[in-house]
């Protein structure tokens, strides 16, 4: 694998890659050695674009390792949650095939290896509470409240 830190407007993100592509996205930085990529290069090059609000789908190839059926089944799901919307936990476990596993796609969402690129921060409590994410609420807000601000631009433009 080859590691990356970029910085954001959220602060730094870690980024990793594979022979198949991205694999790796997550809040905070890491100790390991820092490698040349063009993968590396490319996915940091859609996360400023992303921040900038210039980018809306991102374009990366993903290597997905690890997690269970039903865990891969919601990742999946998170990719087609359109930008700038948002589904609540229960929303997803009834198109993954389980209606009472809410909880479950919650504990998904945190095991999550592709934050932002795989948009779990588009998932939500009932209601559209601000409930659980990996880089904490305050994250989930900024990324939410810029999708929808681009969102509503683009719809007005």
């Not at 890659?17 to 390991?32: I, P, Y």
């Not at 490698?35 to 940091?44: C, F, G, I, M």
């Not at 904490?136 to 807000?141: A, F, N």
Request: hydrophobic content about 40%; proline content about 5%.
């Amino acid at each position: 694998m080859h590691w990356s830190v970029v910085d954001s407007p959220i602060g730094d993100l870690t980024l990793a890659v594979d022979e198949t592509g991205l694999c790796r996205l997550h809040f905070g930085g890491t100790d390991r050695p820092r490698s040349a990529d063009p993968l590396l290069t490319e996915a940091a090059e859609q996360l400023k674009a992303y921040f900038a609000g210039e980018l809306q789908e991102f374009t990366l190839p993903l290597s997905v390792r690890g997690g269970s059926d039903f865990e891969r089944a919601v990742w999946k799901q998170l990719t087609r949650i359109p930008y700038g919307e948002m589904q609540t936990y229960g929303d997803v476990a009834k198109i993954v095939g389980d209606a009472g596993a809410a909880r479950a796609v919650g504990t998904a969402c945190n095991r999550n290896p592709i934050a932002i690129v795989v948009p779990c921060h588009r998932v939500v409590g009932a209601g559209g509470k601000m409930v659980g994410f990996g880089g904490g609420i305050p994250t989930k807000r900024h990324l939410l409240e810029l999708e929808a601000r681009i969102s509503l631009e683009t719809m007005w433009t």
